[in-house]
């Protein structure tokens, strides 16, 4: 039996819908993280902020720019792991804000649905509608401070978080192999994640904190990447992307994660791009956690 087309009336009945499950979590009280947690946070990921924050401060920026349910579709690109996708992290937030949520990505938080996953999903948009791209990789941090881990129900021991860029951190910090995609398609992804880290080990070893720094290279992977993938061939004259970027930070507990965000672009159909990051959060971003000196707003 085929589905139902959805009305102008349906889909101004689903954003009801929509905000009203957004009001309900903002209701929602916060988990409360350790003071530990707090201190490795604001030392490594200084500007992190509570996901529904960035979702609503990029929302009211977007509403006045022309972006509505009705003609925005959402796509993400995070790592599929479930710590990530459990109702309370910012893309939930997102999805429910815009409607449903194209996947890109795969492990780590890479856009592997390519040009040709870009090319199927920018082709569903609205004339003159737009997209919203959120894209982040994702780091632990748990009750002891120790950022690149973090606690998962029913299991007494850390675990490591994000287990595909941490792995292959390791697997070529000390044998740096990374043109040879080994497995075929059978682990093409870790190996394509491997051999993009491999290049960034130089950044990575002998930081401050490698997994910090790690988070902030798997950020730059990503971004890089999307930027080879993406394009405005799509929409009408008037049809932009907004481009949330940033770093998804898991703590114990439930809704204690945190976004640290990075980049808050607006790319035209003529492929010029606006950054509005500075006006919406009030401060300047960074994508070194080597080079940043002071957090420029309250913890």
Known sequence: MGTTCK??????????????FLEKEKRKPDGIQSKLTQNAIKTNFPNAMKNRDVEQKTFEVLHNLGFTYENTLFADSSCPDEINHNGDDITSMFMHRWGEMFPLSGL????????????????????????????APHVGVDCNGTVGKVHRNGIENTTTACGAAVGAYNAVAGNQD?????????????????????????NIKGADNEMATLAFQMYEIISEFLDNIIDMKWGGQNSK???????????????????????????????????????????????????????????
């Open 7 to 20: 009305t102008s009336a349906g889909k101004g009945q689903d954003a009801n819908l929509q905000r009203e």
């Open 108 to 135: 780590a938080g890479l856009p592997f649905a390519g040009q040709t996953g870009w090319g199927a999903f920018s082709s569903h948009c609205p004339k003159d509608g737009n997209i919203v791209i959120c894209f």
């Open 178 to 202: 990374p043109n040879q995609f080994k497995n075929g398609y059978a682990d093409h992804q870790m190996d394509c994640i491997k051999h993009l880290v491999a290049d960034r080990v130089k």
């Open 241 to 299: 992307i907004a481009i949330v970027g940033g770093i998804m930070i898991n703590c114990d507990g439930a809704r204690t994660d945190r976004f640290l965000p990075l980049k808050f672009e607006l790319v035209h159909k003529s492929g010029a791009r606006d950054d509005i990051f500075k006006g919406t959060f009030g401060f300047e971003p960074y994508v070194s956690n080597n080079d940043y000196k002071k957090s420029t707003r309250d913890y």
